[in-house]
């Protein structure tokens, strides 16, 4: 049989993902601010769309004041006589003297109209600001550096190089960049940047442009004149110090136990991170998308937050009278795409919302003994039970959980902090959570005395007999490591020393 080109025609279904589709997708996976700024970005965008905020006019004008009457009643004539009477000062200038020679209270008054209007009191009919509000800036760390640099270098080249290391501070306060990649960047020598660094030492607070922590804790121990020989055998051993090996510290340092014990608390009253008293940004807060209380009649009532859902209304009457006037094609393309673009933002939002409540509403009802007794009721759930229970896209339950936060009666969680994996159980009852697991072992090893401490073997033969968790060596290290909790050695360490210090 000959092969040879041809055309068929074929019938066939097939899922397309037009860019409204795939808009709409990703905006189920953002959070709130960002979700925020694209609908602010589409209201400047697009003409239709107003923001449900209540902050828009309805569209109303304001009714006109009535105009002032020509004729003037016996009252008004009153307050416009009182307009024409001489001012207190015109008639102290008359007679040559003081205005408080002549009217005593007059002084007090004009002192009190003197004041600015916030200060007036309740009687302007204006609210007074809150004075609260008139905090200082705080000075960054950047700024705090810049002002004492000055004061020590002169020299403008100094000066520019001094720029340069401040820059490369990070927010511990330490010197992130390297001093040759200042020196080819500046095209200075090496030893003028290792000279002004030397001057830079001497900043406060003392500690920073430091390299590592044994730097900057040998510059804090410099200036209180503590850095003899054996002080800097004990920061050349900071890693045994961590370890809490003081058997080996004696030996590497060369000093009796009661030495040891007052340089370390020397470096105790030390500051590690010299520059974390100047915060460079704004604490941000989590904002819950979610709400789960106690509904009166038992059960749970989970509810959206409505402060952190933006709305939006699509403003036909304006698109039905622009449309009759314009006669352009291009403009009416541009109107109509608007009102799609406007209607498919409506209707993306509002089912974004719903899916979001769905999803909450069956982890809820999945996590019901979490939200009773605590952690140690979390159930093992994973995205595909979700999806099932709400008859949705494994892949869109993801993109919901992602970035949104739960308040419940047992603190604020993310949601996906709810899907945990299994841990099989020997006695026949459900699986356990892995989170769950993690919590116990944290419980047992806080338990623990000097005396003895558990390995990762007796804490899984531990979890097997008290809850039938079948959980190997391995896996309890695994877990004990992603706590940053040390092994048996290291605990053992510290235990026996905070037991000595008592």
């Known amino acids: ?104 209270e007059q002084a007090a008054q004009d002192r009190l109209n003197d004041l600015p209007q916030w200060a007036e009191g309740s009687g302007s009919g204006e609210e007074a600001p809150d004075l609260d509000q008139f905090v200082a800036a705080r000075l960054s760390l950047s700024e705090h550096l810049e002002a004492q640099v000055s004061l020590l270098l002169s020299d403008p080249a100094e000066r520019l190089i001094a720029q340069f290391l401040i820059d490369g501070l990070n927010e511990a306060g330490y010197l992130s960049v390297e001093l040759e990649a200042i020196a080819e960047q500046l095209g200075a020598p090496l030893a003028a940047v290792e000279a002004v660094l030397e001057k830079l030492h001497g900043c406060e607070p003392v500690g920073l442009f ?22 800097a055998r004990l920061l ?130 999945q996590q019901d003994g979490f939200l009773v007794h605590g952690i140690t009721h979390l159930r093992p759930m994973t995205l595909k039970a979700v999806a099932d229970a709400i008859e949705m896209h494994e892949s869109t339950v993801s993109r919901v959980t992602s970035n949104k936060y739960m308040m419940t009666p047992r603190g604020l969680f993310e949601m996906k902090y709810f899907f945990t994996t299994a841990l099989g159980s020997s006695t026949g009852e459900a699986d356990h959570s892995a989170e769950a697991v993690r919590h116990r072992i944290r419980q047992i090893i806080e338990a623990e005395t000097p005396a003895e401490i558990l390995s990762d073997d007796t804490i899984a033969e531990m979890l097997q007999k008290e809850r039938g968790i079948e959980v190997a060596r391995r896996t309890v290290a695994k877990y004990r490591e992603g706590m940053n909790i040390p092994s048996s050695v290291i605990r053992r360490r510290q235990k026996r020393s905070l037991a000595g210090a008592r």
Request: aromatic share 4%; net charge negative.
């Open 236 to 365: 050349d051993n900071l890693h045994l110090i961590a370890e809490h090996d003081m058997a080996g510290l004696v030996r590497a340092i060369g000093c009796d136990r009661e030495d040891l014990a007052d340089m370390l608390g020397e470096l105790r009253e030390l500051d590690p991170k010299p520059g974390r008293a100047f915060e460079r940004g704004p604490v941000e807060s989590v904002v819950p998308d979610v709400f789960v209380r106690e509904a009166p009649l038992g059960g749970w009532q989970i509810e959206l937050n409505t402060e952190v859902l933006p709305r939006v209304l699509i403003n036909r009457q304006y698109y039905a009278s622009v449309t009759r006037k314009t006669r352009d094609a291009t403009e009416k393309t541009f109107l109509t795409d608007c009102l799609a673009t406007a209607n498919w933002l409506a209707k993306s939002l509002d089912q974004r919302a719903q899916t979001i409540l769905k999803v909450a509403a069956d982890i809820v009802k």
């Open 210 to 231: 430091a390299r590592d922590v044994k730097e900057c804790l040998a510059l804090q121990l410099r200036e209180r004149d503590r850095l003899d020989p054996m002080m």
């Open 1 to 104: 049989m000959a092969l040879s080109p041809r055309l068929e025609v074929k019938q066939g279904l097939g899922l397309t993902l037009t860019p409204q589709l795939m808009q709409s997708i990703r905006l189920l996976q953002l959070s709130h601010l960002e979700l925020s700024a694209f609908v602010d970005a589409e209201l400047l965008r697009n003409p239709l769309l107003e923001r449900e905020d209540g902050s828009e006019p309805n569209g109303e004008e304001p009714p006109e004041l009535p105009e002032r009457a020509t004729e003037l009643n016996a009252s008004e004539d009153t307050v416009d006589f009182s307009d024409r009477i001489q001012s207190a000062d015109s008639i102290a200038n008359g007679y040559d003297t003081e205005v408080e020679n002549v009217f005593p």
